[in-house]
């Protein structure tokens, strides 16, 4: 069970980093309380994690096969550069991370990555943030204009979308977990060290500990630096950010929940206009996400050449 120690740390490192994507909105429109937002999002990832993720475990566990050693190494490295991107406050893609350290892993052990997985893999990283974009951008594009004719009052819509804020928190919670889990436990299936249900447990509580304890520095940039929104604004973007985990999950191909969000606020902001995206943020939230999967697949191939050279 020593092999399973550093899913701990991805999965909490995982959580820390997308704690922002399900509840930050919310959080930095004044809809929630951060302490209430975190406590509903790791409920909900917890119950996502567990019911709903098993098509995610199979495809990281068809994409290659590794030994405890290979699992070992790729969730220790992917969950050290998780976790340095939560430090730097960047919302970073858990699943290209766990990609690169896996191709690293292979590399090292002589394998070959099956490459109708890994071009599965490859084309969810391009649709999901442009589907959250354009999803977000058509729902503000077409819904605010509709949402302006209502007789309602303004005070009535604010209690309105400040409820929709939380459920759609809890929506996207759910579908983080089932979709992202397989970030944290999918190598251990593939290795015969965790059955499913299991995997899904264990990944689900070590990500629902991480958005309890370490959420905060990325929920200010997701929440404040990228774009202000208003709570209609924010309610649309995370309808695009579930929905879009929620596709994903179902065909089984775990995506990056931060590809999803990102995606969903820069299209609202770019339903408002160019000059309500803050356009270095984005730049420099790009290049984690160029450069991190990169970066863990050299280490991951370094640390496992390692371990190989002392018998392991």
Known sequence: MWALLPALLLGWALGGNNAANVCGLAVATGALRYRSAVLLAAAFVLL????????????????????????????????????????????????????????????????APDPRVLGRIGLAWVTSPLGGLGLAFLLHRTLTPLLARLPLRLEVLDRLTRAGLLGLSAWGAFALGANNVANVTGVFVGAGLLPPLWAGLLGGAAIALGVLTYGRRVMETLGHKLTQLGTWPALLALVAHAAVLQAFTAVGVPVSSSFAVVGGVVGVGLARGVAAVNLRTVGTILAGWLVAPAAAGALAFAFRWGLKLLGC
């Open 48 to 111: 996502g994690s567990a019911l709903a993720g098993t098509a995610g475990l199979r495809t990281y566990s068809a994409l290659a096969a590794l030994g405890p050693w290979g699992a070992f190494a790729v969730a220790l490295v992917a969950g050290l550069t998780v976790a340095a991107l939560n430090r730097l406050g960047l919302p970073g893609s858990t699943s290209q991370v766990v990609v690169g350290a896996i191709l690293g892993v292979a590399l090292a052990e002589g394998r």
